[in-house]
Protein backbone atom coordinates (compact mmCIF):
# COMPACT_ATOMS: atom_id res chain seq x y z
CA UNK A 1 0.00 0.00 0.00
CA UNK A 2 1.54 3.25 -0.96
CA UNK A 3 0.54 7.04 -1.08
CA UNK A 4 0.89 9.00 -3.94
CA UNK A 5 1.78 12.88 -3.23
CA UNK A 6 1.55 14.87 -6.79
CA UNK A 7 2.25 18.09 -6.54
CA UNK A 8 1.42 20.07 -10.22
CA UNK A 9 0.10 22.64 -11.86
CA UNK A 10 -3.05 24.64 -11.12
CA UNK A 11 -4.03 24.46 -14.93
CA UNK A 12 -2.93 21.22 -14.57
CA UNK A 13 -5.81 19.34 -12.63
CA UNK A 14 -8.02 18.82 -14.82
CA UNK A 15 -5.71 16.82 -17.08
CA UNK A 16 -4.55 15.00 -13.68
CA UNK A 17 -7.72 14.14 -13.10
CA UNK A 18 -8.91 12.60 -16.43
CA UNK A 19 -5.11 10.78 -16.48
CA UNK A 20 -5.99 8.92 -13.40
CA UNK A 21 -9.39 8.05 -14.63
CA UNK A 22 -8.03 6.88 -17.68
CA UNK A 23 -5.34 4.86 -15.22
CA UNK A 24 -8.50 3.02 -13.76
CA UNK A 25 -7.73 5.31 -10.07
CA UNK A 26 -10.71 7.46 -9.57
CA UNK A 27 -9.77 8.54 -6.01
CA UNK A 28 -8.01 11.05 -5.03
CA UNK A 29 -8.05 14.18 -2.57
CA UNK A 30 -6.25 17.38 -3.90
CA UNK A 31 -5.63 20.27 -1.32
CA UNK A 32 -4.80 23.90 -2.99
CA UNK A 33 -1.31 24.55 -1.94
CA UNK A 34 1.21 27.14 -1.75
CA UNK A 35 5.15 25.85 -3.43
CA UNK A 36 8.35 26.71 -4.66
CA UNK A 37 11.34 24.19 -5.74
CA UNK A 38 15.06 25.03 -6.21
CA UNK A 39 16.57 28.53 -5.94
CA UNK A 40 18.36 29.63 -9.63
CA UNK A 41 21.67 30.60 -8.60
CA UNK A 42 22.76 31.59 -11.48
CA UNK A 43 21.55 34.67 -12.40
CA UNK A 44 23.07 34.81 -16.51
CA UNK A 45 19.85 32.07 -17.10
CA UNK A 46 17.15 34.62 -15.97
CA UNK A 47 18.78 37.94 -17.36
CA UNK A 48 16.67 37.74 -20.62
CA UNK A 49 13.64 37.47 -19.34
CA UNK A 50 14.18 39.50 -16.42
CA UNK A 51 14.61 42.84 -18.41
CA UNK A 52 12.01 41.92 -20.76
CA UNK A 53 10.18 41.85 -17.73
CA UNK A 54 11.71 44.84 -15.92
CA UNK A 55 11.05 47.41 -19.40
CA UNK A 56 7.44 46.18 -18.97
CA UNK A 57 7.26 46.77 -15.48
CA UNK A 58 9.15 50.14 -14.92
CA UNK A 59 7.21 53.59 -15.35
CA UNK A 60 7.23 56.60 -13.64
CA UNK A 61 4.82 55.85 -11.03
CA UNK A 62 6.20 52.77 -9.51
CA UNK A 63 9.27 52.28 -7.24
CA UNK A 64 11.92 50.66 -9.29
CA UNK A 65 13.70 48.80 -6.28
CA UNK A 66 10.12 47.28 -4.97
CA UNK A 67 9.78 46.54 -9.21
CA UNK A 68 13.23 45.14 -9.26
CA UNK A 69 13.04 43.10 -5.95
CA UNK A 70 9.87 41.91 -6.96
CA UNK A 71 10.60 40.52 -10.85
CA UNK A 72 13.94 38.71 -9.50
CA UNK A 73 11.92 36.82 -6.83
CA UNK A 74 9.08 35.83 -9.36
CA UNK A 75 11.89 34.21 -12.18
CA UNK A 76 14.83 32.84 -9.31
CA UNK A 77 12.24 30.60 -7.77
CA UNK A 78 11.94 32.15 -4.24
CA UNK A 79 8.30 33.16 -4.47
CA UNK A 80 5.48 30.68 -4.06
CA UNK A 81 2.82 30.06 -6.39
CA UNK A 82 -0.24 28.40 -6.36
CA UNK A 83 -0.10 24.46 -7.05
CA UNK A 84 -2.58 21.12 -6.26
CA UNK A 85 -1.15 18.33 -4.34
CA UNK A 86 -3.03 15.36 -5.17
CA UNK A 87 -3.21 12.65 -2.78
CA UNK A 88 -3.81 8.91 -4.04
CA UNK A 89 -3.91 5.97 -2.18
CA UNK A 90 -2.78 3.03 -4.29
CA UNK A 91 -2.05 -0.72 -4.34
CA UNK A 92 1.90 -1.67 -4.77
CA UNK A 93 1.48 -2.71 -8.27
CA UNK A 94 -0.27 -0.11 -9.56
CA UNK A 95 2.12 2.55 -8.55
CA UNK A 96 4.59 2.73 -11.52
CA UNK A 97 1.51 3.28 -14.02
CA UNK A 98 0.52 5.93 -11.96
CA UNK A 99 3.52 7.70 -11.72
CA UNK A 100 4.02 7.41 -15.63
CA UNK A 101 -0.31 8.58 -15.81
CA UNK A 102 0.60 11.94 -13.87
CA UNK A 103 4.23 12.76 -15.50
CA UNK A 104 2.61 12.28 -18.77
CA UNK A 105 -0.40 14.59 -17.96
CA UNK A 106 2.29 17.21 -16.10
CA UNK A 107 5.28 17.37 -18.19
CA UNK A 108 5.67 20.90 -19.78
CA UNK A 109 8.64 22.38 -22.34
CA UNK A 110 9.23 24.76 -19.72
CA UNK A 111 11.61 22.68 -18.33
CA UNK A 112 10.97 24.25 -14.79
CA UNK A 113 7.44 24.20 -11.84
CA UNK A 114 5.86 21.10 -13.31
CA UNK A 115 6.13 19.75 -10.06
CA UNK A 116 6.89 16.62 -7.74
CA UNK A 117 5.92 13.41 -7.30
CA UNK A 118 6.30 11.54 -3.54
CA UNK A 119 5.52 7.98 -2.46
CA UNK A 120 5.23 6.97 0.97
CA UNK A 121 4.37 4.03 2.46
CA UNK A 122 1.23 3.19 3.92
CA UNK A 123 0.36 0.82 6.85
CA UNK A 124 -3.00 0.70 7.16
CA UNK A 125 -6.33 2.02 5.70
CA UNK A 126 -9.92 1.98 7.20
CA UNK A 127 -13.15 1.99 4.61
CA UNK A 128 -15.31 3.92 6.75
CA UNK A 129 -18.83 2.96 5.23
CA UNK A 130 -17.72 -1.07 5.59
CA UNK A 131 -15.11 -1.13 8.19
CA UNK A 132 -12.69 -3.19 6.08
CA UNK A 133 -9.18 -2.69 6.76
CA UNK A 134 -5.59 -3.12 4.66
CA UNK A 135 -5.57 -3.55 0.85
CA UNK A 136 -9.41 -3.81 0.69
CA UNK A 137 -10.14 -0.45 1.77
CA UNK A 138 -8.15 1.27 -0.87
CA UNK A 139 -10.95 0.27 -3.89
CA UNK B 1 14.41 10.50 1.59
CA UNK B 2 12.40 12.05 4.38
CA UNK B 3 9.38 14.21 4.14
CA UNK B 4 9.27 16.55 6.76
CA UNK B 5 5.96 18.62 7.70
CA UNK B 6 6.09 21.38 10.22
CA UNK B 7 3.14 22.92 11.73
CA UNK B 8 4.15 26.45 12.30
CA UNK B 9 2.68 29.92 13.29
CA UNK B 10 1.55 31.91 10.56
CA UNK B 11 3.20 35.08 11.85
CA UNK B 12 6.50 32.71 12.30
CA UNK B 13 5.86 31.74 8.31
CA UNK B 14 7.80 34.02 6.25
CA UNK B 15 11.12 33.72 8.99
CA UNK B 16 11.40 30.04 9.09
CA UNK B 17 10.96 29.76 5.28
CA UNK B 18 13.83 32.80 4.55
CA UNK B 19 15.70 30.98 7.04
CA UNK B 20 15.52 27.26 5.20
CA UNK B 21 15.75 29.22 1.97
CA UNK B 22 19.36 30.37 3.55
CA UNK B 23 20.45 27.24 4.57
CA UNK B 24 19.82 25.90 1.36
CA UNK B 25 16.73 24.25 1.37
CA UNK B 26 14.69 25.90 -1.13
CA UNK B 27 12.04 24.05 -1.84
CA UNK B 28 8.98 23.59 0.24
CA UNK B 29 4.93 23.66 -0.30
CA UNK B 30 2.75 25.38 2.56
CA UNK B 31 -0.67 24.55 3.17
CA UNK B 32 -2.91 26.93 5.46
CA UNK B 33 -4.53 24.40 8.39
CA UNK B 34 -6.44 25.00 11.45
CA UNK B 35 -5.87 22.26 14.42
CA UNK B 36 -5.51 22.29 18.34
CA UNK B 37 -2.94 20.69 20.55
CA UNK B 38 -3.14 19.03 23.43
CA UNK B 39 -4.41 21.91 25.28
CA UNK B 40 -7.91 21.43 23.80
CA UNK B 41 -7.76 25.12 21.82
CA UNK B 42 -7.68 27.93 23.25
CA UNK B 43 -10.29 29.10 26.43
CA UNK B 44 -11.18 33.28 26.73
CA UNK B 45 -13.87 33.49 28.82
CA UNK B 46 -16.25 30.67 28.01
CA UNK B 47 -15.31 30.65 24.56
CA UNK B 48 -13.08 27.30 23.51
CA UNK B 49 -11.62 28.17 20.29
CA UNK B 50 -10.63 24.57 18.77
CA UNK B 51 -9.82 25.84 15.58
CA UNK B 52 -6.18 27.86 15.46
CA UNK B 53 -5.12 28.83 12.43
CA UNK B 54 -1.69 27.17 11.16
CA UNK B 55 0.56 26.97 8.49
CA UNK B 56 2.08 23.54 7.27
CA UNK B 57 5.06 23.27 5.63
CA UNK B 58 6.12 20.07 3.53
CA UNK B 59 9.09 19.60 2.64
CA UNK B 60 11.36 16.51 1.25
CA UNK B 61 14.93 16.35 1.54
CA UNK B 62 17.73 13.98 1.73
CA UNK B 63 18.23 11.76 4.99
CA UNK B 64 21.38 13.18 5.58
CA UNK B 65 19.73 16.93 6.02
CA UNK B 66 17.03 16.29 8.21
CA UNK B 67 18.70 17.17 11.70
CA UNK B 68 19.74 20.54 9.83
CA UNK B 69 16.21 21.38 8.61
CA UNK B 70 14.66 20.33 11.81
CA UNK B 71 17.21 22.59 13.80
CA UNK B 72 16.28 25.88 11.42
CA UNK B 73 12.51 25.03 12.29
CA UNK B 74 12.82 24.30 15.96
CA UNK B 75 15.14 27.57 16.21
CA UNK B 76 13.07 30.00 14.28
CA UNK B 77 9.78 28.90 15.07
CA UNK B 78 10.12 29.40 18.77
CA UNK B 79 8.08 32.42 20.63
CA UNK B 80 9.48 33.47 23.61
CA UNK B 81 12.68 32.84 25.20
CA UNK B 82 11.57 29.04 26.21
CA UNK B 83 8.80 28.19 23.66
CA UNK B 84 5.16 28.75 24.10
CA UNK B 85 2.13 26.17 24.18
CA UNK B 86 1.22 26.61 20.39
CA UNK B 87 4.58 26.86 18.79
CA UNK B 88 3.74 23.65 16.43
CA UNK B 89 5.04 20.05 15.95
CA UNK B 90 7.58 18.50 13.24
CA UNK B 91 6.84 15.18 11.89
CA UNK B 92 8.95 13.02 9.69
CA UNK B 93 7.85 10.60 7.86
CA UNK B 94 10.01 7.84 5.23
CA UNK B 95 9.46 8.59 1.46
CA UNK B 96 10.18 6.09 -0.66
CA UNK B 97 10.63 6.99 -4.05
CA UNK B 98 10.80 11.24 -6.11
CA UNK B 99 9.56 11.57 -9.55
CA UNK B 100 10.87 15.20 -11.02
CA UNK B 101 8.27 16.12 -13.57
CA UNK B 102 10.19 18.76 -15.60
CA UNK B 103 13.18 16.95 -15.81
CA UNK B 104 11.21 13.56 -15.88
CA UNK B 105 13.46 11.77 -13.81
CA UNK B 106 13.54 9.77 -10.49
CA UNK B 107 14.86 11.72 -7.97
CA UNK B 108 14.68 15.62 -6.22
Not at chain 1, 49 to 75: H, I, N, P, W, Y
Not at chain 1, 112 to 118: E, L, P, S, V
Request: aromatic share 6%; net charge neutral; with cysteine.
Amino acid sequence: MKEIMAIVRMKRTGATKKALVETGVAGFTAVKVLGRGRLITDPTVIEDCRQKLLSMGVDDFSDTDETERQVTAFLDGSRFFPRRLFTVLAHDEDVPRIVEAITKANHTDHGIGDGTIFILPVTDAVRVRTGETGEAAIW
Amino acid sequence: MLLIRAIVRPEKKDEVLANLSGAGFNAATMVDVVGRGKQKGIKIGGMVYDEIPKVLILMVVPDEDKDKVIKIVLETGRTGANGTFGDGKIFVSPVEEVYTISRNTKGL
